[in-house]
């Protein structure tokens, strides 16, 4: 895996350098295209003051021929009126000749100089445009260039994908031998077993033996014993007299004892070398038992899950209180909110000793009807809450046609809130509460409580306050969304406040069971304090971080987790 995340993190870098050099390259074209832009716009400029110029000449031509024709006619008119003779008459003429002449030109020079200004203008032109030609084949060459260069950059990220991808291959393909190797290491277990099983079958079989030979051995033991005694005493009373004869005597007594003994000092040497082969056998093995071991607890984990629907409304968290009788220090629980006895009914069966309360006498009578024959049912007609006195319990009905709700008093509370359609409170009744610290102190409910689910319709914090010092291994305590009907008014706490107050309590892990209202499906989370959208559910607290993983893992088996991803408000969806 680390090995996958540095190929990204480079393949990362590689995208982020070809991506600065193909901005960097764009960059270069885009002030390029700018300046050519600036000289089009100025040599534009320049052509349309040209233009001007030509037109405004080519619009004066008239007027100029026309003021000439009014000179013409003023001369013809005065060389009419006041010339009466010849000469002055071919003096008028030759008058309005030489202004006729000057006239063309001083004319012609305009035109000269306009034709030679306009020339300017146009080789000027002509200079930009070749510039610009000039200056647009360079960018095209810098656009050739940074093309080039993407391409490069491009086959290069391609050389590495293909590289990164080989490696990946590989990677994949050590993962695969592994993962093999453990495949293979799991079938050869029972192959280890058997070995491991015949091993303790040829060691007891060989303490078998040595069982079986150890009376021969005290036996022997025991005669060779009485006839050392018996030799001594013999040597004694006839050691000057017959040494030798009693030296053969006492050889030929010792022969069957030796010829007993042999056979059991050889077993017992092959004992213990068998035990020393077995004790190597062991300890080469142990190891590979123990990595066995956590390979099958950590991988290889299989589980078994049966549906049922023995829970009715109330599963799955019945199915999870039911787990977990197995891994708590007592079997005394508490229902706190006990209504007819749904909960109570199911922690009974599975094995823990109940202590139910319930306020509202109708269902408190309902409640002691139903189990008063279970020796381990402890029922009492009350609430409990963070003070003592008696408030009003606020009683609910169902406004509906139909009759939608089965039972509306499972929704009597103390604390008012909001309500969904076709439930509405009307009237109410006074009850007992109590804290829950007090029936401890007094004696009335034991302090060895090892799991206490709470249900009170919005009342749950109150309840918990009321505990003061005393801690439980679990906690179960309803939540709702604030998009939900129950939680638009009157809310006195949300998932939030509830986690903080429990952590307060050094209850540092939670599992979250929840539902989307108006759906049926159930899910969870483990240890994150906000709630899905409009949804409603029970929350698990725990003290013990082993407990709480083995609730994980229930609920992992039997429900599907949900997992909290951060993206912007306005692409949060619900599931």
């Given at each position: 895996m680390d090995f996958r995340r540095h190929m990204k993190q480079l393949l990362r870098m590689c995208g982020h350098a070809m991506v600065s050099t193909v901005h960097e390259r764009l960059d270069n074209v885009d002030?390029?295209?700018?300046?050519?832009l600036d000289q089009d716009i100025e040599l534009a400029q320049n052509q349309t003051a040209l233009l001007r110029s030509a037109v405004q000449l080519v619009q004066s031509l008239p007027q100029m021929q026309t003021e000439v024709q009014q000179v013409e006619m003023r001369l013809a008119s005065l060389v009419r009126d006041h010339c009466a003779s010849k000469p002055d008459l071919e003096a008028a003429g030759g008058q309005r000749e030489i202004i006729r002449r000057e006239f063309n030109r001083a004319f012609t020079n305009m035109g000269a100089e306009n034709a030679r200004a306009l020339a300017g203008h146009l080789e000027g032109l002509q200079r930009r445009l070749d510039d610009a030609v000039s200056n647009t084949q360079g960018l095209r060459e810098e656009i050739d260039g940074a093309r080039q260069g993407l391409e490069n950059a491009l086959n290069n990220v391609d050389r590495q994908l293909a590289d990164i991808l080989d490696r990946n291959?590989?990677?994949?393909?050590?993962?695969?031998?592994?993962?093999?190797?453990?495949?293979?290491?799991?079938?050869?277990?029972?192959?280890?077993?058997?070995?491991?099983?015949?091993?303790?079958?040829?060691?007891a079989s060989l303490l078998r033996d040595h069982c079986a030979l150890k009376p021969d051995l005290e036996a022997a033991i025991g005669q060779m014993e009485r006839i050392r005694r018996e030799s001594n005493h013999a040597f004694a009373?006839?050691?000057?007299?017959?040494?030798?004869?009693?030296?053969?005597?006492?050889?030929?007594?010792?022969?069957p004892g030796l010829a007993i003994l042999r056979p059991t000092l050889a077993c017992v040497l092959n004992l213990e070398r068998e035990y020393s082969a077995t004790r190597d056998i062991m300890a080469v093995l142990e190891p590979v038992a123990r990595e066995t071991r956590s390979f099958l607890a950590n991988e290889a984990v299989r589980q078994v899950v049966v549906e049922t629907s023995e829970y009715a409304f109330f599963n799955p968290e019945l199915g999870l209180i039911s787990f977990l009788y197995s891994h708590l220090p007592g079997r005394n629980a508490m229902d706190i909110g006990a209504h007819i006895g749904e909960v109570s009914n199911c922690m009974l069966n599975t094995g823990y000793e109940v202590y139910a309360f319930e306020p509202y006498p109708p269902s408190y009578s309902r409640l002691t009807e139903r189990l008063k024959e279970r020796k381990a049912f402890?029922?009492?007609?009350?609430?409990?809450?963070?003070?003592?006195?008696?408030?009003?319990?606020y009683l609910v009905t169902d406004s509906t046609n139909d009759r939608r709700y089965d039972d509306p008093t499972v929704f009597h509370t103390l604390a008012r809130h909001g309500m969904p359609e076709g439930l509405c409170f009307d009237g109410t009744a006074t009850v007992?509460?109590?804290?829950?610290?007090?029936?401890?102190?007094?004696?009335?409910v034991p302090a060895d409580i090892s799991l206490v689910k709470i249900d009170t319709e919005g009342y749950d914090l109150e309840v918990i306050r009321g505990m003061e010092d005393h801690r439980y291994p679990v906690v179960c305590v309803e939540f709702w969304d604030t998009q939900i009907p129950?939680?638009?008014?009157?809310?006195?706490y949300t998932l939030e406040s509830m986690v903080r107050e429990m952590g307060q309590r050094s209850y540092f892990w939670y599992v979250v069971l929840y539902r989307i209202w108006g759906r049926n499906?159930?899910?969870f989370f483990c240890n994150h304090d906000r709630p899905v959208p409009g949804s409603w559910g029970?929350?698990?607290?725990?003290?013990?971080?082993?407990?709480?993983?083995?609730?994980?893992?229930?609920?992992?088996a039997v429900l599907p987790r949900t997992y909290f991803k951060s993206v912007p408000a306005s692409q949060a969806t619900t599931p």
């Open positions: 002030r390029q295209i700018e300046r050519i291959i590989h990677l994949a393909q050590d993962q695969t031998a592994l993962l093999q190797s453990g495949v293979q290491l799991v079938q050869r277990l029972p192959q280890i077993l058997s070995g491991f099983e015949q091993a303790e079958m040829r060691l009373e006839i050691a000057s007299a017959n040494a030798q004869e009693l030296a053969g005597h006492l050889a030929e007594a010792q022969e402890h029922p009492f007609n009350l609430a409990l809450g963070a003070v003592d006195g008696q408030p009003p319990l007992p509460v109590k804290r829950l610290s007090d029936l401890h102190r007094g004696g009335v129950f939680a638009s008014d009157g809310l006195l499906q159930t899910a029970n929350i698990f607290f725990f003290r013990d971080h082993d407990t709480f993983q083995q609730a994980q893992q229930w609920c992992a």
